[in-house]
């Protein structure tokens, strides 16, 4: 097992550490082919029904999909090696994915995109859990956030090139092209992964029995229910994702249908403003320093709630990209400081589950809003539905300053009294 280096001026990069690299890049890998589909699924359906409404049901049902295996996923995630789940979900998704631009070549099969979809949704949730969890057997506890942040600066600038390959690619080739590049990064990332060495937890940190897999499950929302500041968040973010969940649906079908662009365009805009998730990784952690986790997480979600209604505002091109980067750079803060807060004080043993628990319920209200939001957008457009969606996380913020949340800590960790659960 590495050793826990202490905190000190003489530490070295975290570029410097092999192990961390090497799950850097294949993280980078599986995120540059999943901008594909990204692109790529809305697309596909958007030519093969027409319907905006239509993309809005694929995204629910898979959305519902991975809110379902998160129930459980955080107990796979603790029960199982880390790694290996995530290299048996590269595998998994390698082969479903591949499935669909071989079908195509019958025909359009918006079947199978219903049937492929979702399960490739609820692996990735696992998958993400597990992602989440090694980050605290990768690094030092005081590096989580610095870690987070490069990780989803680097997430982000593969995933803002990812679009524009993918829109070049579906214009010339097709979507199902695209979607078989992504196919294809699920295999380069699992030989990635088998390079990685975790650290193992701490041995004096002793898990309890296991229990049957709902108690396990519930063990990770107690935590959550008795940390002020994690309920809180939890709580607010459910009410966050129910108001953005479908808004990428949206941003397409505003591009295609009011803006008269092509997919070439689409991928533009969707490249270009992952642009912003970069700027707001590299930012996440100078800002949590000086500004503290309530205040960073509260101003990023206000001005999050102008741009998602700048979004809709939009007529041009250019002024559609600026909204969207401004928006996804707020929404990379926002996450990268809730999730690292999240490794940061809960114990090793109940991280899968506290964050699948914590995902699981935040996000169970994101495909009824995905459905909701698209079919609005088609009914009365994309305009007064972002107009609406930005003040709903106007108002998230605001509900964030009522409570433990606008109060947690002015330092990388907040004050541990307000941090530590309520025993029970």
């Not at 697309?43 to 239509?54: D, E, P």
């Not at 002793?206 to 063990?219: I, M, Q, T, W």
């Not at 939009?314 to 803060?333: E, F, K, Q, R, Y």
Request: overall charge positive.
């Amino acid at each position: 097992m590495s050793p826990r280096r202490g905190p000190g001026p003489a530490r070295p990069s975290l570029a410097r550490d092999r192990s961390f690299v090497t799950y850097w890049i294949a993280q980078a890998v599986s995120a540059a082919g999943d901008s594909f589909a990204y692109l790529a699924v809305p697309l596909l359906m958007l030519h093969a029904t027409g319907s905006v409404a239509r993309m809005g049901l694929l995204t629910a049902v898979a959305g519902v999909a991975s809110v379902g295996a998160g129930v459980f996923g955080g107990v796979l995630v603790d029960r199982f090696d880390r790694r290996t789940l995530m290299i048996v979900g590269d595998l998994v998704r390698l082969v479903l994915y591949g499935l669909i631009p071989l079908a195509w070549l019958a025909g359009p099969q918006v079947w199978l995109l219903f049937a492929v979809l979702p399960v490739c949704e609820a692996v990735g949730m696992v998958c993400q859990v597990a992602s989440v969890t090694a980050v605290r057997n990768l690094v030092d506890r005081e590096r989580i956030t610095e870690a987070n942040g490069r990780l989803h600066a680097t997430y982000a600038a593969a995933a803002a090139v990812g679009p524009l390959l993918a829109g070049l690619v579906s214009a010339r080739f097709g979507p199902t092209a695209a979607i078989g590049v992504n196919a294809a990064s699920f295999a380069l990332s699992a030989v990635g992964l088998r390079l990685v060495r975790l650290r193992r937890p701490d041995p004096d940190a002793a898990a309890p029995p296991r229990e049957r897999p709902l108690a396990e499950f519930l063990a990770g929302a107690r935590f959550l229910w008795r940390q002020p500041v994690l309920r809180s968040l939890t709580a607010l973010l459910s009410v966050f994702i129910f108001l953005t969940f479908g808004l990428t649906d949206v941003l397409i079908y505003h591009v295609k249908h009011d803006l008269g662009g092509s997919d070439r365009t689409v991928g533009t805009v969707l490249g270009l403003a992952t642009l912003g998730t970069v700027a707001g990784a590299l930012l996440v952690a100078p800002l949590r320093r000086r500004l503290g986790f309530g205040v960073t997480w509260i101003g990023a979600t206000g001005v999050c709630g102008v741009a998602v209604a700048g979004i809709g505002l939009a007529g041009t091109v250019p002024a559609l990209i600026a909204a969207a980067a401004v928006h996804l750079c707020c929404v990379s803060v926002g996450g990268i400081c809730s999730m690292s807060l999240r490794q940061e004080i809960t114990p090793d043993h109940l991280l899968g589950r506290v964050t699948s628990a914590f995902w699981s319920t935040h996000f169970s209200l994101g495909p009824a809003g995905a459905a909701l939001l698209t079919w609005a957008a088609g009914r009365y457009g994309a305009a007064p539905v972002c107009l609406v969606a930005g003040a709903g996380c106007l108002l998230v913020a605001v509900g964030g300053c009522c409570g433990p949340i606008r109060r947690a800590g002015s330092a990388p960790v907040a004050d541990e009294r307000e941090l530590r659960p309520v025993p029970g």
